[in-house]
């Protein structure tokens, strides 16, 4: 057993609670991670709110990043004493996996929301409250990391030299792949075509700085707070507008020749943004959700409209990134200037938790980052 304090959530509408537990070992595709530092991710809010039911008490958190302390018997791609940055778990037995696809992988959904350990089966809890006895559940994609330990499957680790910001890119593993992966993965646009990025949170920022990297001619970013277009506009977008502009669909077609843009990233999963998205695209263009609205939202549009337009539409899960590949591509853009986490980032010790949740809420930070250590 690993003594380690953990955020827990109690049940739907449950504050976060710093709270002590005891860790099982390691299962043995699981390995023991000594967590450096959190990224808060919106989908860390779902479990408490009950819109992504769990078994309760649990511990969420799947921006992780820390150091191994040891690993099950079956564990290959990591030893005791790596450096490690925690993404999203996937089966490896399904077809997507064998074809690399780990990002459509057929038990996703069990595996990444908290209702697996082991296998399909499998709800075995990770370890227990100190004191209480309590069972504690804590398989949030794979690594429920808002802890000072976690309890990771193999499948989520990625390996990074020990010379690594820990903190810094906590988290590549969720956000930013996800914004990166729908330019760099999905519409792999061409230097002369448009693009519009709906939303400026941490995936937006991702979507934008992977066009900038692609030196796309006209990038257009959408977002409520001017403070966040300010940022973007500095950092290489060609035009900003302000998401409660009523003339926003105008002015985007306008930005692109009065036809509409090619590619649309829409990051906030807002009804009213997700038909702007629509609305903005061109004839033939495409259009991306990547922001999750929960269930019970139907697309924005008519199937006769998109059949008139040639529009096409699609969702897209954690950037279709395979991470032990994809996070050490961001990484080698940062090295070169091109993905500036640390322009959107602030670390909080654990001790100011509440405030970097308030503040992430407030829109003052894009990227709150828990440090452990």
């Not at 709906?198 to 970013?221: D, Q, Y």
């Not at 590619?263 to 038909?275: D, I």
């Not at 199937?303 to 008139?308: C, S, T």
């Amino acid at each position: 057993m690993t003594k380690a304090q953990a955020f827990l959530v109690e049940g739907v509408n449950a504050p976060f609670k710093l709270t002590d537990v005891e860790l099982d070992e390691p299962l043995e595709n699981e390995v023991l991670v000594k967590i450096t530092a959190c990224g808060l991710c919106h989908t860390d809010f779902l479990i408490p709110a009950g819109i992504f039911p769990s078994p309760y008490p649990c511990t969420v958190g799947h921006e992780g990043s820390g150091t191994v302390v040891s690993v099950g018997s079956a564990v290959k791609s990591v030893q005791k004493g790596d450096s490690v940055l925690l993404s999203f778990a996937h089966c490896g037995e399904c077809g997507y996996c064998k074809e690399g696809k780990v990002a459509a992988c057929k038990e996703f959904y069990e595996r990444n929301f908290g209702r697996v350990r082991n296998a399909s089966v499998d709800a075995r809890p990770v370890g227990k409250i100190i004191g209480a006895g309590t069972e504690v559940h804590g398989t949030f994609f794979g690594q429920s990391s808002l802890a000072s330990h976690c309890l990771a499957v193999e499948s989520s680790v990625v390996k990074v030299p020990s010379s690594t910001d820990l903190s810094l890119f906590a988290p590549l593993g969720c956000g930013l792949q996800s914004g990166a992966g729908a330019v760099l993965n999905l519409f792999q646009p061409q230097r002369d075509e448009t693009i519009v990025i709906f939303g400026l949170g941490a995936v937006g920022f991702g979507a934008f700085w992977a066009a900038v990297h692609l030196g796309i001619k006209t990038i257009i970013v959408v977002d409520l707070l001017q403070s966040r277009l300010t940022l973007a506009s500095s950092q290489g977008a060609t035009h900003t507008f302000l998401g409660s502009s009523p003339s926003l669909v105008a002015d985007i077609h306008a930005a692109t020749g009065g036809m509409g843009a090619h590619y649309a990233v829409e990051c906030t999963g807002v009804a009213r943004v997700l038909r702007s998205a629509w609305e903005a695209v061109r004839n033939g263009g495409k259009v991306c959700s990547v922001g999750n609205p929960g269930p019970g939202v139907l697309p924005p549009f008519d199937i006769n409209d998109q059949v008139n337009t040639s529009k096409s539409w699609c969702g897209l899960v954690e950037g279709d990134s395979n991470p032990p590949e994809f996070i050490p591509r961001l990484m080698k853009l940062h090295a070169d200037g091109e993905f500036p986490v640390e322009t959107i980032s602030k670390v909080y010790p654990v001790a100011e938790f509440d405030k970097a949740v308030e503040d992430m809420k407030k829109g003052e930070v894009i990227k709150p980052i828990i440090s452990f250590v």
